[in-house]
């Protein structure tokens, strides 16, 4: 059973920091990209920061600049180091990895973790 936990979220000023993290376990295959996504209210959800097992990263326009993606695949970990928050930040965060089965990728989801940011 695999299991994908998010921490960190929490409610902040804009222009301040947060960093959240996210553990994988439970898998006994190879785990393969990660990322963070988001959904606001009302919108649906969107791509914030994705890296893939070589150490590619890529972002959402929004937030390059301000948001750093990195992993540790030691500890099946993947963190999101927010930086000049603002109130458009505010959403519910997921984060996904996925794992090579050999014949597919299977994807997981974290149940989400809240960012508000008020101005």
């Known amino acids: 059973q695999v299991q994908v936990m998010e921490s960190g979220g929490a409610s902040v000023q804009a222009g301040g920091s947060l960093r959240l993290s996210c553990t994988a376990s439970?898998?006994?295959?190879?785990?393969?990209?990660m990322g963070w996504f988001r959904q606001a209210p009302g919108k649906q959800r969107e791509l914030v920061a994705g890296?893939?097992?070589?150490?590619?990263?890529n972002y959402a326009d929004s937030v390059k600049g301000r948001f750093t993606i990195s992993s540790d695949y030691a500890k099946s970990t993947v963190y999101l180091q927010m930086n000049s928050l603002k109130p458009e930040d505010t959403a519910v965060y997921y984060c996904k990895v996925d794992y090579d089965l050999g014949d597919y990728v299977h994807d997981y989801w974290g149940q989400g973790t809240q960012v508000t940011v008020s101005s």
């Open positions: 439970g898998s006994i295959y190879t785990l393969n990209d």
């Open positions: 890296i893939t097992y070589g150490g590619r990263t």
